[in-house]
């Protein structure tokens, strides 16, 4: 999926275990967690599995919206 939103959002992996202070900052309880950020601010928290349409159709709305 980061090859089709190429330009348009960036998709970064951290792996909880590793980094449970960042987790703990944006509050990431359950995995997988999909913080979702524009312009540098949180801007939706998707917790638990969905369907790749569903993930895409949800960023693309998001990189589309003017600032």
């Known amino acids: 999926m980061a090859v089709e939103l190429q330009g348009q959002a960036a998709l970064v992996k951290v ?3 590793d980094e449970g202070e960042l987790a703990m900052q944006f509050d990431v309880i359950n995995i997988p967690t999909l913080l979702l950020f524009k312009d540098n601010e949180l801007v939706d928290k998707i917790i638990g599995l969905k ?6 159709n949800k960023i693309f709305a998001l990189a589309g919206e003017q600032s």
């Open 15 to 17: 792996n909880v275990d």
């Open 51 to 56: 369907s790749k349409a569903r993930l895409k």
